[in-house]
C-alpha cells in the first residue's frame, strides 16, 4: 500500500469575487522513502495541495471534495483531533520562509523542545538531549550553544536547519518542503538540499518537495509532477520529465530556462501570462498560451493518459501521436 | 547577449569605489560597513556585465553608487572619460545612466497611472516642449516594452508581475540613457515570464545599444545574458572573466564553489556534479576577515591569505583574479 495516496482532490478558496478552483483534480500516490517534487508557477496550486494534505488551510479555503489516505486512513473529514495527531508526527512541513516561521520571542531550544514535548512522552531533559540530538543531525554547530540563541541570532541557513530539525524531531513518514531554499543563497541552497537527502537516506522518510526552481527538481527528486492552473499536467520519473517530456507546458518551462550549456541563443518564453483562476478556459487550462493548441484543447479538457508505466501527461497532443503512430 | 557591436572604448570605468556606511556603535560612535570595497573595472559599450554573489556581498551597493544614488566614500565613475564629481555632472549622468528594480511591486508607485510613472522621468528632466511629445513619447516606449497603449491610464496593480517589470523598463528607457543597472530584474517573476523580460532585454540592448551592469543571483540567468561576469564576496570583486570562461573554467576559489552550487536543470549532470562545499557562514561586513576576506572559508586557505589582501590582478588576458595562489591551484 501506499504510504500517501491523494485522489482526485479539489480544494477551493470561497472569495468575494467568487469561488477561486485552487487544486483541481489532483491524484497522485508518494511511496515510502521516495522524494516527490511538484513544480509549478505561482497559482498553480502546489502550496495548496500541500496545504490541504496538512489541513492548515486559511479560513476562506475548503476542501471540496477528493481523498486524501495516509497508510489507508481517510484524513478527508476525519476531524481536528485526528489531524493533530498527524501533523508533526506523521507528516511534517518546513516552508519558505525561515524568518518568519520562527517565533522570536522564544529560544531555539523552547521552540524545539515544545514540538518534541507535544508529540512524545519525552520528559524535559529528554526533550533537550533530542532537541541537540537533531541540531546535530542537521550540522548545526555547537548546537548547545544554539539552543539558548534566539531566532535573530541565526543566519538564514541556520534558521532553515533548525526548521528541518523541528520538522524531523518525531519521526514523520512524511516532510512536506514548500519552497524550503529559495530564499537562500546558492551555496547555502546546495547545503541545505544536500542535508535533506542525505537524512532521507538516512531515516527513510518520503519528501514531498514544492518549488518552481527546476534545476533544485533536478538535483533531489526522484519522481515529478508538473502543476497548471490547479491540476496536473504531467507527472512521472525525473529523467522522464526532463529527457521525455510529453506535456506543452513542461516542454514550454525547459525551453525557457538558461542551462548549464548555455549558447547565448533567444530563451524561447511561454507566450501570455498565467491563468486567472477565476476565470478558467473551458478546455485545457494551457491551451490559451499554447503555440500547438487544436480545436479540441479549447473544447475539451484532456484527461491524464499514460505514455509509459513511469510517465503520464494530460496533453492532447500525445493522442495526435498515437494516431500518427509515432 | 553577446553582441558583436562590443567595442573596446569604456563607456563606465569604475576606480577603487569604497562606499562605507557608518553603524551606529554607541554614544557617538560608529563603525564603518564596508558594503564595497575598493572596487575596479570597466564596462566597454554595448556589453553586459553580469555582477553575481550572494545576499549582503555588495552587488546592489555597487549598482547604486555607480549611479550616484549614495555618495561613494572614495573612488572615481568616469563616463565616456569623464569624471562624475560635481552635482551637475550628476544630473547630467542621470539622464544617460538609469537603474531597473528587484521589485516589481514596490517599485512602482500605486496613485499613478502606468502613463505617469513612464513620462515621470521626463518631467523631472524638462524633456519635452509640448504634452502631444511627451504623450507621443510614453506611447513609443510603451510600444518598446509591448504594452499596449490602451494600458496607459490604468494603474500599477492591473498589472501581473511581468507587465509591472515591463512598466519599470519602459521608465529607464524614458531618458534616452546608454547605461542601465539592472538590479535583479527577473528574480520575482515567475520562470515562464522570465524568458520574456530576459529576451526583451535582448532585444532592446540590440536595438538602441544599451549597455548593462546585470545584477543577480540567478547564475544561470547571468551567465545567459551577459558577455562578461564579475563575481563578488563580501564588497570585494574577487574574479571577472568573459561569462562562458568564468562558467566553465572559474579561478578563484569562491568562484569555483559558487558555481559549483548551481543547480542545474539536467538530473543526469546534477547527480554527476561534485559540489565543492564551503564551511562555515559569510562573516559579518561590519568585521571582514583581516586579508582576503574569503580565506576563512577558502578550501585553499594558507597562513598569508589572512595577512594580506591578494591584488585583482589580470591573470590572462581580460581575466581578472584577487587570490594569491591562482596560479598554484589552477594548474
Known amino acids: 500500500m501506499a504510504l500517501l495516496e491523494v485522489k482526485d482532490l479539489h480544494t477551493s478558496f ?10 483541481n483534480g489532483v491524484s497522485f500516490t508518494l511511496e515510502r522513502g521516495k522524494i516527490l517534487g511538484i513544480v509549478g508557477e505561482s497559482g498553480s496550486g502546489k502550496s495548496v495541495t500541500a496545504y490541504s494534505i496538512m489541513q492548515i488551510l486559511a479560513a476562506a479555503g475548503k ?24 501533523r508533526g508526527n506523521r507528516i511534517s512541513i518546513i516552508f519558505q520562509d525561515p524568518m518568519t516561521s ?14 518534541i514535548h507535544l508529540h512524545t512522552d519525552r520528559d524535559k531533559q529528554q526533550s533537550w538531549d533530542r532537541a541537540v540530538e537533531m541540531l546535530r543531525l542537521v550540522n548545526v554547530n555547537d548546537p548547545e550553544k544554539r539552543m539558548k540563541q534566539y531566532p535573530h541570532e541565526l543566519s538564514g541557513g541556520m534558521r532553515q536547519r533548525v526548521m528541518i530539525a523541528m520538522a524531523l524531531a518525531c519521526e514523520p513518514d512524511i516532510l512536506i518542503a514548500d519552497e524550503p531554499t529559495t530564499a537562500l543563497d546558492v551555496t547555502i541552497q546546495a547545503g541545505i538540499l544536500e542535508l535533506m537527502k542525505d537524512i532521507q537516506s538516512k531515516i527513510g522518510m518520503a519528501i514531498i518537495m514544492i518549488t518552481h526552481d527546476l534545476g533544485v527538481v533536478a538535483q533531489l527528486c526522484d519522481e515529478v509532477i508538473v502543476m497548471y492552473a490547479g491540476g496536473i499536467c504531467e507527472q512521472g520519473t525525473a529523467d522522464e520529465i526532463f529527457y521525455n517530456p510529453c506535456h506543452e507546458y513542461t516542454k514550454g518551462l525547459l525551453r525557457s530556462i538558461p542551462t548549464a550549456d ?9 507566450s501570455g501570462t498565467p491563468i486567472d483562476l477565476l476565470n478558467m478556459p473551458k478546455g485545457c487550462p494551457f491551451a490559451p498560451r499554447c503555440d500547438n493548441a487544436m480545436k479540441i484543447c479549447m473544447r475539451e479538457h484532456c484527461e491524464k493518459m499514460t505514455i509509459n508505466e513511469n510517465h503520464s501527461a ?3 497532443m500525445n493522442v495526435r501521436k498515437a494516431v500518427k503512430g509515432e | 547577449m553577446s553582441t558583436n557591436k562590443t567595442s573596446e572604448q569604456p563607456l563606465i570605468e569604475v576606480r577603487n569605489l569604497k562606499q562605507y556606511f557608518n553603524i551606529n556603535a554607541g554614544f557617538f560612535k560608529s563603525i564603518p560597513l564596508k558594503a564595497v570595497d575598493d572596487i575596479s573595472f570597466t564596462i566597454r559599450e554595448g556589453e553586459t556585465l553580469g555582477l553575481v554573489g550572494e545576499s549582503g556581498c555588495g552587488k546592489t551597493t555597487a549598482g547604486r553608487t555607480i549611479l550616484h544614488l549614495y555618495k561613494p566614500t572614495a573612488g572615481e565613475i568616469i563616463y565616456r572619460g569623464k569624471s562624475i564629481k560635481t552635482a551637475k555632472d550628476i544630473e547630467e549622468f542621470r539622464k544617460k545612466a538609469t537603474m531597473v528594480f528587484q521589485d516589481p511591486y514596490s517599485s512602482l508607485d500605486p496613485r499613478m497611472t502606468v502613463a505617469d510613472i513612464i513620462g ?25 516594452v509591448g504594452l499596449n497603449s490602451e494600458h496607459a491610464a490604468r494603474y500599477a496593480h492591473e498589472f ?9 523598463i519602459a521608465r529607464s528607457l524614458a531618458v534616452d540613457p546608454d547605461f542601465i543597472v539592472c538590479d535583479e530584474p527577473v528574480s520575482a517573476l515567475d520562470v515562464s515570464i522570465q524568458a520574456q523580460v530576459i529576451n526583451m532585454f535582448d532585444e532592446l540592448q540590440s536595438k538602441m545599444g544599451l549597455t548593462y551592469l546585470f545584477i543577480a543571483h540567478d547564475l544561470l540567468v547571468v551567465r545567459h545574458i551577459s558577455d562578461r561576469i564579475a563575481v563578488m564576496y563580501l564588497g570585494r570583486m574577487v574574479e571577472l572573466a568573459d561569462a562562458a570562461d568564468i562558467y566553465e573554467r572559474p579561478l578563484h576559489p569562491y568562484s569555483k564553489a559558487l ?14 556534479n561534485k559540489r565543492i562545499a564551503l564551511s562555515g557562514e559569510i562573516p559579518s561586513p561590519l568585521n571582514a576577515p583581516s586579508g582576503c576576506p574569503f580565506h576563512t572559508r577558502c578550501p585553499y586557505a594558507q597562513p598569508r591569505c589572512a595577512e594580506s589582501m591578494p591584488e585583482f590582478k589580470e591573470v590572462e588576458k581580460g581575466r581578472f583574479v584577487a587570490c594569491h595562489r591562482t596560479e598554484e591551484i589552477n594548474s
Not at chain 2, 558555481?259 to 538530473?267: E, G, L
Open chain 1, 262 to 270: 548555455d549558447s547565448g541563443d533567444r530563451l524561447e518564453p511561454i
Open chain 1, 14 to 23: 470561497f472569495t468575494d469575487a467568487g469561488e477561486v478552483r485552487a487544486v
Open chain 2, 120 to 144: 515621470e522621468p521626463l518631467d523631472v528632466h524638462h524633456m519635452y516642449k509640448s504634452e502631444q511629445e511627451r504623450r507621443d513619447k510614453i506611447l513609443e516606449l510603451m510600444e518598446h
Open chain 1, 314 to 316: 494530460a496533453c492532447w
Open chain 2, 259 to 272: 558555481i559549483s552550487a548551481v543547480p542545474v536543470p539536467d538530473p543526469k549532470v546534477a547527480r554527476a
Open chain 2, 160 to 168: 501581473s508581475g511581468g507587465q509591472r517589470q515591463r512598466v519599470g
Open chain 1, 63 to 86: 476542501i471540496v471534495s477528493g481523498s486524501i489516505k495516509l497508510d489507508g486512513q481517510e484524513l478527508v473529514g476525519a476531524g481536528e483531533k485526528v489531524m493533530k495527531e498527524v
Open chain 1, 102 to 115: 520562527l517565533n522570536p520571542t522564544y529560544t531555539i531550544g523552547q521552540q524545539l523542545m515544545e514540538a
